[in-house]
């Protein structure tokens, strides 16, 4: 199995979630391989206080190579490009 990891930080949270609700997530949707998306829900904290996101994404895939394929497609490009649309305050993706 392999992971890509989204963790945000945008500056207007509403609007960040409200695009998330009715553009991103159709566009994961459609991003070939994925197999479950899964993000945060609520305050995210450390283990002496919050910390400075807003959401985590996760998405998981079989392996690493339709991780990347997915990432390669048109499908994942056009998610690529997006971000800057909604993860204008800061945006860390990592794959393992």
Do not use: W
Request: aromatic letters at 8%.
């Amino acid at each position: 199995m392999a992971n890509a990891l989204a963790i945000y930080r945008p500056p207007a949270p509403l609007a960040f979630d409200d695009y998330c609700a009715n553009t991103l997530t159709a566009s994961v949707k459609k991003n070939p391989g994925r197999r479950l998306p899964e993000t945060s829900v609520g305050r995210i904290t450390n283990p002496t206080r919050p910390a400075p996101f807003h959401q985590i994404a996760i998405l998981t895939f079989d392996d690493m190579a339709v991780l990347q394929a997915g990432v390669g497609s048109a499908e994942g490009q056009a998610a690529v490009a997006d971000m800057a649309n909604f993860a204008s305050g800061g945006a860390s993706v990592l794959m393992f």
